[in-house]
């Protein structure tokens, strides 16, 4: 079954860095998106991507966030200068063209130290 | 008020039993509603989805929609220890892309 897969799986990084989150989705997708969960909190949308321009973003989604979709396969969350509170799972998703058909990757689990 | 809300559980029930999970939601524009299993750090994994209000059943899971009530349910028969897992409804009025999630409850199905 087509999955979306995201690396790296975990990653540690001191605050005021810089990372890079990578995101391969399903490749007939056409809809992209980015959600965080901070541990024991709830999934919040940070921003969705088609015909590769952000269609939404969330207020969490400011200006240290950046979307991208480079080449035809790979999709990326930048931060840019990574703070304390952006600790938390990411996830990837993926949507066709169906409403329902969201997948999510399994995760990027971000430390900021 | 909270856009979705969700009893967070921990929900234990043993080996066999009916669960059911719900969720209220504030949002009438909601139309598409969703219910997804997590596994501990790993990504949602799309269980079931309804539009507008009615019953959809799949197998052990029945999904029930009420927008008189905002209220819809996930209903688990003879569940197993490996439904042991959070399960996060989420829902979108449709012609917008974001899902809204609740904050999921924690079942554990125990022998």
């Known amino acids: 079954e087509p999955e979306v897969t995201q690396t790296p799986s975990h990653q540690v990084t001191q605050m005021g860095q810089e990372v890079i989150l990578r995101c391969v989705p399903i490749?007939?997708?056409?809809?992209f998106y980015w959600y965080r969960q901070i541990l024991g909190q709830k999934v919040e949308f940070l921003v969705s991507f088609y015909n590769n321009e952000i269609s939404e973003k969330s207020e969490i989604f400011d200006d240290q966030f950046s979307v991208e979709r480079p080449d035809g396969s790979n999709f990326t969350l930048k931060i840019r200068s990574t703070k304390l509170e952006d600790s938390a799972m990411y996830f990837c998703?993926?949507?066709?063209?169906?409403?329902?058909?969201?997948?999510f990757g399994s995760g990027t689990r971000l430390t900021v130290v | 008020q909270k856009e979705v809300e969700q009893d967070p559980g921990p929900l234990s029930v043993p080996e066999g039993a009916i669960v059911s999970l719900n969720c209220t939601y504030s949002?009438?524009?909601?139309?598409?509603f969703m219910w997804y299993r997590q596994y501990s750090r790993k990504g949602p994994e799309l269980l079931m989805y309804?539009?507008?209000?009615g019953n959809k059943e799949d197998g052990r899971f029945t999904a029930q929609v009420d927008k008189s009530s905002k209220y819809i349910s996930l209903f688990i028969r003879d569940s197993q220890p490996s439904d042991s897992a959070t399960y996060l409804c989420a829902m979108n009025p449709g012609t917008a892309s974001k899902l809204t999630f609740g904050t999921g409850t924690r079942l554990q199905v125990t022998l």
């Open positions: 949002n009438s524009a909601f139309q598409y």
């Open positions: 490749s007939n997708h056409l809809y």
């Open positions: 998703a993926s949507r066709g063209t169906g409403v329902y058909g969201y997948t």
């Open positions: 309804t539009y507008s209000s």
